[in-house]
């Protein structure tokens, strides 16, 4: 299920950090009076993981409905107890994709389930890139990660809030009593249709998976560079998209479009610039402006065209996002919102970057041409190779039927049995 459909009415606030993030969402949980549904690629056992657990905790025990979806990838050390304590409170905890360890290693990394949501009581819900991990917060030191989130109100939460229930019965259809459960929850799916108006934006929410909506995320960004007719800046930590984006990118600027790229140029994993700056030429002698974020670690995937369209979500521009993942963005038309990230991002530009141009990276060898050309379109084509394997089924595993968290919490896993 995908809404991709405007919907007007709608008040968005966005949400830098951790420091802004955090706090909105564990509010959000304490005053929730039914039911908070969580989306989330990492969540560590650290200081923020173990404030979201006492959150959750405490909901639960006053009767609220939570279901925690986490990637088996993204969160793979969670320990018994962190686990445990939660079913045992009766909150459902999924675990999407788990994967088998051979030495060590996870076999679980391709097709990953990377989005970012909340849901609380389909009233108020959260969308974006930021995990529940310490490294979020800038007393975490100088690998903190710059990154975005949106606070949405309005009748946009009534198609999140379908999504994600839609997105539970698809990855939990493979056990008995699935539709059972989900005939208990009527009351909510009636009152996520009809939200009132909370502002004046008009807002979509766009996925991307592995069967209908292979390339919404991506052609919507291209539609919107094409329509550019001022200025694009994109903010995105893992950049090597395929050639029709970058060929919208040049396009755009040839015509007389500001064109800004801020990138990673402190990543935390290195191939990340690595395999941008393989790029540079290219784009920079397009007439893209690209600029390298230098402060720490960028993690955010926000971008905005003219003065009225946004986006902010979970995915990056890169092979595995736009290819492989599963993710969430939301796109906006409100010149207020627009106004406020461009600020945001400005302020990135002015105090944190270092513009890469010609005389920064200077004329390529032959050598260098040549193995950019060979890189990029062997990196641009693997997921078209990829997708030509048996398609994954999404499958969400109750956390207490993995690692031996049965024994754990023998009562919930009698409960969710049922």
């Known amino acids: 299920m995908n809404a991709t459909r405007w919907t007007s009415g709608n008040e968005l606030e966005l949400l830098e950090n951790g420091e802004q993030f955090f706090p909105r969402v564990f509010d959000a949980i304490a005053n929730a009076r039914q039911e908070v549904v969580l989306e989330t690629f990492i969540l560590f056992e650290d200081k923020v993981g173990l404030a979201l657990h006492e959150a959750l905790l405490t909901a639960a025990k006053r009767g609220v409905q939570i279901d925690v979806t986490i990637d088996g990838f993204g969160s793979p050390d969670l320990s018994d107890r962190f686990i445990g304590s939660l079913c045992e409170a009766g909150v459902r905890v999924h675990?999407?994709?788990?994967?088998?360890?051979?030495?060590?290693?996870?076999?679980?990394?391709?097709?990953?389930?990377?989005?970012?949501?909340?849901?609380?009581?389909?009233?108020?819900?959260?969308?974006?890139?930021?995990?529940?991990?310490?490294?979020?917060?800038?007393?975490?030191?100088?690998?903190?990660?710059?990154?975005?989130?949106?606070?949405?109100?309005?009748?946009?939460?009534?198609?999140?809030h379908r999504f994600v229930h839609a997105m539970l019965a698809e990855g939990l259809r493979h056990q008995q009593g699935v539709r059972r459960w989900f005939r208990h929850r009527p009351m909510m799916r009636q009152r996520a249709r009809a939200l009132p108006p909370a502002g004046d934006a008009q807002a979509m929410l766009v996925t991307r998976d592995n069967t209908r909506h292979t390339n919404d995320i991506e052609r919507y960004y291209r539609l919107a560079i094409r329509a550019a007719r001022e200025h694009v800046t994109i903010a995105n930590a893992y950049f090597f998209p395929g050639y029709r984006l970058i060929r919208e990118l040049r396009r755009a600027a040839r015509r007389g479009v500001q064109v800004r790229l801020i990138l990673q140029g402190e990543p935390d994993m290195p191939i990340v610039k690595v395999a941008a700056r393989m790029l540079y030429h290219h784009l920079v002698r397009g007439g893209v402006e690209v600029y390298e974020y230098c402060e720490r670690p960028l993690h955010g995937k926000v971008a905005l065209?003219?003065?009225?369209?946004?986006?902010?979500?979970?995915?990056?521009?890169?092979?595995?996002?736009?290819?492989?993942?599963?993710?969430?963005?939301?796109?906006?038309?409100?010149?207020?919102?627009?106004?406020?990230l461009r600020e945001r991002l400005d302020h990135l530009v002015d105090n944190a970057c270092q513009q890469i141009d010609r005389d920064t990276i200077g004329e390529p060898s032959g050598w260098q041409l040549l193995r950019s050309y060979v890189v990029f379109h062997v990196l641009r084509r693997y997921p078209g190779w990829l997708g030509g394997l048996p398609r994954h089924v999404p499958k969400l595993v109750p956390a207490l039927e993995s690692d031996g968290l049965v024994e754990a919490c023998p009562t919930a896993a009698r409960e969710a049995a049922r």
Do not use: C
């Open 95 to 160: 675990v999407f994709d788990p994967g088998l360890r051979i030495w060590k290693w996870r076999t679980n990394m391709l097709r990953r389930m990377h989005r970012k949501i909340v849901v609380v009581d389909a009233e108020v819900a959260f969308i974006g890139g930021i995990n529940y991990s310490a490294d979020h917060l800038m007393d975490f030191g100088p690998q903190a990660k710059q990154d975005y989130s949106v606070r949405i109100r309005g009748p946009l939460v009534g198609d999140i």
């Open 305 to 340: 065209v003219d003065d009225r369209w946004a986006t902010v979500g979970s995915s990056n521009l890169d092979p595995l996002s736009l290819a492989l993942n599963l993710e969430a963005n939301v796109l906006i038309h409100d010149r207020a919102f627009n106004q406020t």
